[in-house]
């Protein structure tokens, strides 16, 4: 009943609350303020309750007097309505102890002084405990009384004197004390104050009440209703109301199990405690006797290198560098210096400790985990063997060898050389600005032309019955009779080279301004004049026809000359570059023109392009073509050779690297497997060059013979070479002025 | 990352798939680096070098498998659990829980190696195979002082371990004399032992304080120590097993604290070898010897063992011993010329020399060998020494039955394999030059003077007839030797050039006689023209031949013409390092002619 009218008054006073004085007071402050609230509610209950018992008469109005009190301007309907709830609850109280209002008013009346005087201090003391509102006259503080046992003081006062114990009465005297006064059951001797202290009625009975199991206050309410104090529907987020789960509050299944399992181990013996584990390396025979196991896949490390002699502390002397040269290794770069120095001790005592062994061993290991390692082959081979097996070259003879004949005569060096096609002659062209006809066996210089200018190219008609020389100065191109054969092919000879009327012939007018065909009458031949420098000049095989290359001339670089009705044509196809060499084809109609990098090759009777050969190489120099006419040779300003063969690819089929100065001239033998380049590093090769007309196998190339013998003029060296047509010798033409003939 | 566990997109195949770069695999591996570096050093995984650098040519590059093959390790686990430990240590540490502390660091979580051992190698002959680094690391840190800096700190008891393996090793080669090359370097003594077919080479420091240099990484040296301890202890096993010795040795006490370990381990396998033969009686004669007397039976045979240890302190017990030792075995030819090279001697050592070195080297050829201080098996005032190695400038007491030798003569003999004459080291002598015997010295195209005589004194003792010193030198010496390719080769240049040039002279006669036949009348003329040619065509041919070495040259160009470019290439590069040794060689020819010159003015 009580709870319940406490209940009602508390929502009243809220209420109340709420309307006095709502403006300043923050919302969420109600709550906490309403337990404030229902403990003063409770003490001033507790209170009024005395007051009552103390002067049942003033109870209303001494009850109205602190309910005024407490709660200012609170209406007189309502206190009395308390009081009259109140008187409800105090037959209650009075029936629980009827002493309790014959107890010390005194102190009651202190109580309510107290009350009076601060909320606080009640609030935070609340137990009413007789210790807790007389303040403790002791100073021991916080420590045992055990150690004042046997002390005649307890503590010290605030001058830091000694507080003196009180004698202590004895039996007898309690006893007396005992009979004499009949209160003195309730005389306690408290030992912290060292004082009898007298209960009083209430003491007493709360002793009661604790002696019987009950909470020492009476008016403690062990079940009290559960008040709501928490509006939820204002919240946010909802409030955890869940109850504690049970596993808080029992103890672990699965700890209680591992200490069981501890427990057990501990007293089998399994679980040492306070013993280090055995710290004991065991080595035992790993590997067995026939370990068959397979192989590493591991590249081992490679193991350092083996000293040598230099090492030694004790070396020979030759091993010991001179001071030059350890003070020649400081200008050397730190890379380059060499990392040992080799000393020389004459004893083993005086050896010292090496400095760097720590320092080396660490490299090793540095080595050992850092760097990659690759499993390389090694090439441990002779050197020797990486050549070629060349077949012996006794078995294929006959080729040049040995220079047999020189031939001199020039002043100048000698650019260009030709053989009849018997190969009885030789013709000869320099620089000097001399043609030369040697005969080929004795080295007898059987006639000489003088030219103004140096001679570029001369070149022997191919037809034996024609005895006639081209030979090409600066702009001009000669065609010499030289006046050999029998008289029937000098008439015929000379009826070629006769021309009618010296001005410009029956060609066309485009054609007068390029070449111009003229007699010349001091050499005995014709002149054929051209527009630019003429570098060469190519015979075909029939010996009527005729080439000129003027590399200048562009898009009429290239003419062809017909000596029977003397008309000149140009080559009706387009130049890709500067002209370097022309060649007609052996057999065939086809014409071969060579820029410095590619040769193309144009069918003359379809006037289109055949082929390109790319030789890949910085400049062509000259071409040969093969007798068969599908394998081409083209030397190079590079030193190199390339063989093309024509049916196997655009590409070489075999690059020779063989001199190491400009190839000035390559040549084919008509009918040996032969073949030789000239080159300005005064060498001439020999190689065999077997062509098979069996289209499968590839050409067979053997180097066989380095021809040396000329000397070096103004850095060129070999400017031309020419096989003889029947023989398998070779003629070459030095800038040293020398022709040198080379036999087997 | 395995090549099934690739997310879509990234590559399955090539080197971006097969390699990854060391810091892709340290993430990967979920290690920090220094982790990931012991791991690498204790399972021997290094760096690769891939065709085509994905992620750029200054970065190291790992094989993928390799980082999987160290995924797997269990040690790696082991490290991880390390690293929680210390975490736990410190923190108890920093605590102040020092009950906890202490508990902790009586349980340090440890590892072993063996399994990486095994794994490593597989069979015997591939741990012998890699003992090379092994040896010499732990031959180094024998002779390291310990240190205890503030980052870096090694151990007293790694050291101690370290000699012990090393004495160990050096007794079980000295034992089955194994041993077969040394030399006295300015870095230290190497060592050629030859076990199992293996060639093992290892170089011991000298003796002396090292210096230990401040730019080192001593943890990274430790690691591969600590790999190399185990690694030495498992090899000592079976190559002490294989001779049936026990191993770990049990060695005499106060041998071993005169640093005579050497000595005592020698001892000890005299000792175990005579205990095995008891034994051996001992399991015949108890058949069935039941399982409850075995431990005592151990024990009388530790006794036996210590009481066989005792009397071999006097020399003869030793030389007895070394008797019956080469009776028992049957080993190569080359073993027994080891053995039996200092048959019969006895060494003295005195106090300057290196001691342990000589221990260990003189035992393994044959000879028996004391020294002066404490625990000697034999004094000084010894009759029966032969030999006396002493290293100081004056011997002031002298017996006249022994040689006074210095140290150098002991490995000069044990190079050359024969006992050379002790004049030359003598005492207060400089001696003859120390040759590395690891040098080849006819590959190398220089042969010192001394070398020379050596070689003459071992022929001389194996009775064998050597050219003349002077006409051997020469030939060998001979520069147009090693220029031209060879004696035949240029043999056969001149014999060619020789029939050029008769065949150019019998074809001009012929020549000539043709032309003076054919042309007849008509060219009468010039027979005087040709006849005066011919003389000078006979000129012109002399003038070619006789250049012998440009035929030789001619002939090796012409087949450099028909080589492909990438032979032609790697020929020409031989060359260049052929070229290099000549000048090496010049240059040494070069200072010995200037030194001899300098003698022969004085």
Redesign the interface.
Same mark, same amino acid.
């Given at each position: 009943m009580a709870k319940d009218t406490s209940n009602q008054k508390n929502s009243k006073k809220s209420k109340k609350l709420q309307s006095k004085g709502a403006k300043e007071q923050v919302k969420y402050t109600k709550p906490e303020e309403s337990p404030n609230r229902l403990q003063e509610e409770e003490e001033e209950k507790a209170e009024s309750t005395s007051s009552e018992e103390l002067s049942p008469f003033d109870s209303e109005v001494e009850g109205e007097d602190f309910s005024d009190s407490d709660d200012d301007k609170s209406s007189l309907s309502g206190s009395e309505s308390e009081s009259s709830e109140l008187a409800e609850d105090e037959d209650v109280f009075v029936s629980s102890d009827e002493d309790y209002v014959s107890g010390d008013g005194t102190s009651g009346h202190v109580q309510n002084d107290d009350h009076g005087e601060s909320d606080d201090s009640r609030q935070v003391e609340e137990s009413d405990s007789s210790e807790d509102e007389v303040a403790p006259r002791n100073t021991v503080g916080d420590v045992p009384l055990e150690w004042y046992k046997d002390e005649e003081h307890i503590g010290y006062d605030i001058s830091g004197k000694k507080i003196k114990k009180k004698e202590r009465e004895d039996k007898l005297d309690s006893f007396l004390a005992s009979v004499d006064d009949p209160e003195n059951w309730r005389k306690v001797y408290d030992e912290y104050n060292d004082e009898i202290v007298e209960l009083t009625k209430e003491e007493t009975k709360m002793i009661r009440r604790m002696l019987k199991g009950k909470a020492p206050h009476a008016d403690f309410d062990p079940y009290p209703t559960a008040v709501d104090w928490v509006t939820v529907d204002d919240f946010e987020h909802p409030f955890p109301d869940a109850p504690e789960p049970k596993r808080r509050f029992i103890p672990s299944k699965w700890e209680h199990k591992l200490v069981v399992r501890l427990v057990r181990g501990i007293r089998a013996g399994l679980i040492k405690l306070d013993e280090?584990?055995k710290?004991e390396?065991?080595? #035992?025979?790993?590997?067995g006797e026939d370990?068959n196991?397979?192989?590493?896949h591991?590249?081992?490390?490679p193991? *350092?290198k083996?000293? %040598?002699?230099e090492?030694?502390?004790? /070396?020979?002397?030759? #091993?010991i560098p001179?001071e030059e040269e350890i003070k020649s290794y400081e200008l050397m770069y730190e890379e380059d210096r060499p990392k040992f120095i /080799?000393?020389r001790?004459?004893?083993?005592?005086s050896? /010292?400790? #090496? $400095?760097?062994?720590?320092?080396?061993?660490?490299d090793? =290991?540095?080595d050992? +985990?850092?760097? *990659?390692?690759?499993r390389k082959k090694r090439?441990n081979i002779d050197?020797?063997s990486?050549?070629?097996k060349?077949p012996n070259r006794k078995d294929l003879r006959p080729y040049p060898?040995?220079? #047999?004949? $020189?031939y001199r005569g020039h002043n100048g060096s000698v650019v260009s050389i030709s053989t009849n096609p018997t190969g009885e002659w030789i013709a000869s062209g320099s620089a000097d600005g001399t043609v030369r006809i040697w005969?080929v066996?004795? %080295?007898?210089c059987l006639r000489t032309w003088e030219l103004e200018e140096a001679v570029q190219h001369v070149a022997w008609n191919p037809a034996p019955e024609l005895p006639i020389l081209a030979v090409t100065v600066a702009q001009d191109v000669f065609l010499l009779n030289i006046g050999l054969g029998n008289e029937e092919e000098q008439k015929r000879v000379e009826e070629l080279l006769h021309i009618d009327f010296p001005g410009a012939p029956d060609d066309s007018d485009s054609f007068a301004t390029i070449v111009k065909w003229s007699k010349n009458d001091k050499l005995g031949g014709v002149r054929l004049t051209h527009f630019k420098t003429v570098s060469t000049v190519e015979w075909h095989r029939k010996g009527d026809y005729f080439s000129t290359l003027m590399p200048a001339g562009e898009s009429r670089a290239i003419l062809v000359h017909q000596l029977s009705k003397r008309q000149t044509q140009r080559m009706p196809f387009k130049l890709h570059g500067l002209p370097v060499s022309t060649a007609f084809h052996p057999t065939r109609s086809i014409f071969f023109i060579s820029t410095k990098k590619n040769v193309r090759v144009y069918d003359l009777l379809k006037q289109r392009l055949v082929k390109k050969l790319e030789t890949g190489v910085r400049e062509v120099s000259s071409i040969a073509i093969h007798p068969g006419g599908d394998n081409i040779i083209v030397g190079s300003k590079d030193g190199k050779l390339c063989w093309f063969d024509m049916d196997l690819s655009s590409q070489p089929y075999r690059v020779?690297? =063989?001199h190491h100065k400009d190839i000035t001239k390559v040549a084919f033998h008509r009918s040996y497997p032969l073949f030789a380049t000239s080159s300005d590093d005064c060498t001439a +090769?020999v190689f065999h060059g077997m062509v098979y007309s069996d289209l499968n196998q590839d050409p067979f190339?053997?180097?066989?013979?380095?021809l040396?013998?000329h000397s070096t003029t103004n850095g060129r060296g070999v400017l031309d070479c020419k096989f003889h047509p029947k023989q398998p010798w070779l003629f070459t033409a030095g800038s040293d002025s020398v022709i040198k003939l080379y =036999?087997h | 990352m395995p090549k099934h566990y690739r997310p879509p997109g990234k590559k399955k195949e090539g080197n971006a798939a097969k390699y990854m770069t060391r810091s892709q695999a340290v993430k990967y591996l979920q290690v920090s680096l220094s982790v990931f570096r012991k791991l690498c050093i204790l399972k021997g995984v290094f760096p690769r070098e891939p065709k085509k650098k994905v992620k750029g040519g200054h970065q190291t590059y790992y094989h993928v498998k390799d980082i999987m093959f160290l995924k797997h390790e269990p040690i790696l686990e082991k490290l991880r659990e390390m690293r929680a430990y210390e975490k736990k240590v410190k923190k108890a540490m920093s605590k102040k829980n020092r009950d906890l502390a202490e508990r902790l660091l009586s349980r340090k979580p440890t590892y072993t190696l063996d399994m990486l051992i095994r794994e490593r190698y597989p069979r015997f002959v591939d741990a012998l195979g890699d003992l090379d680094d092994c040896l010499s690391m732990i031959h180094l840190f024998a002779a390291l002082p310990a240190i205890d800096r503030e980052r870096e700190k090694i151990e007293v008891n790694r050291i101690h371990n370290c000699r012990r393996l090393s004495h160990e090793w050096q007794a079980y080669i000295s034992r089955t004399h194994k041993l077969r090359k040394t030399f006295i370097s300015v870095k230290g003594i190497y060592y050629q032992a030859e076990v199992e077919g293996q060639k093992i080479t290892w170089l011991s420091p000298h003796a002396l304080q090292q210096v230990l240099p401040d730019d080192v990484d001593y943890n990274i040296m430790l690691t591969f120590l600590e790999f190399y301890e185990t690694l030495l202890a498992f090899v000592n096993f079976k190559l002490y097993h294989s001779i049936n010795i026990k191993y770990p040795p049990i060695l005499d006490p106060r041998l071993e604290a005169l640093a005579a370990d050497l000595y005592a381990l020698s001892r000890y396998f005299d000792a175990n070898s005579r205990a095995s033969e008891m034994e051996l009686k001992l399991a015949s004669v108890e058949n069935g010897a039941k399982s409850k007397d075995a431990e005592l039976e151990e024990s009388e045979l530790r006794l036996a063992q210590l009481q066989h240890q005792l009397p071999s302190n006097e020399p003869g017990a030793l030389m007895h011993l070394m008797e019956d030792a080469e009776g028992k075995d049957e080993d190569d030819a080359e073993t027994m010329e080891c053995r039996n090279l200092f048959k019969n001697m006895k060494f003295f050592l005195g106090r300057e020399v290196p001691r342990e070195s000589l221990l260990f080297v003189i035992p393994a050829f044959g000879g028996v060998v004391s020294w002066e201080g404490e625990g000697a098996p034999f004094e000084e005032s010894d009759q029966s020494i032969t030999y006396q190695i002493v290293d100081r400038p004056t011997q002031g007491r002298k017996f006249l039955s022994r040689d006074y030798v210095q140290p150098q003569w002991v490995y000069d003999c044990i190079n050359a394999r024969i006992i050379l004459p002790t004049d030359d080291y003598m005492v207060g002598r400089v001696p003859p030059p120390h040759l590395s015997p690891f040098v080849d010295n006819e590959k190398e195209g220089y042969i010192p003077e001394y070398a020379e005589t050596i070689r003459r004194l071992q022929a001389a003792a194996r009775k064998e007839v050597l050219p003349m010193p002077g006409m051997d030198i020469e030939d060998l010496a001979d520069p147009q030797h090693l220029l031209a390719e060879g004696v035949i080769d240029r043999a056969e240049a001149i014999e060619a050039a020789e029939k050029k040039k008769k065949i150019a002279a019998l074809q001009e006669q012929y020549h000539n006689e043709l032309k003076l036949e054919l042309q007849g009348a008509n060219y009468s003329s010039v027979s005087n023209d040709a006849i005066q040619n011919a003389t000078l065509n006979s000129e012109a041919v002399e003038a070619s031949v006789p250049d012998l070495q440009q035929i030789a040259e001619d002939a090796a160009n012409m087949s450099k013409v028909l080589m492909p470019r990438k032979k032609r290439k790697l020929y020409e590069a031989m060359q260049i390092g052929k070229g290099r040794q000549q000048a090496h060689v010049g240059l040494l020819r070069e200072r010995k002619r200037k030194i001899d010159a300098a003698k022969g003015s004085k």
């Open positions: 280090k584990p710290e390396k065991q080595v #035992y025979l790993m590997w370990s196991s397979t192989e590493r591991h590249v081992p490390a193991k *350092p083996l000293p %040598g002699h090492e030694s502390y004790n /070396p020979s002397l030759e #091993y001179t /080799p000393k001790f004459t004893s083993l005592r050896v /010292p400790a #090496y $400095e760097k062994a720590v320092r080396e061993n660490f090793r =290991c540095l050992l +985990y850092l760097c *990659p390692r690759v090439i050197p020797e990486l050549k070629p060349l060898t040995t220079c #047999y004949i $020189e005969e066996e004795t %080295g007898r020779l690297n =063989c +090769y190339i053997v180097p066989l013979e380095i040396r013998g =036999c | -």
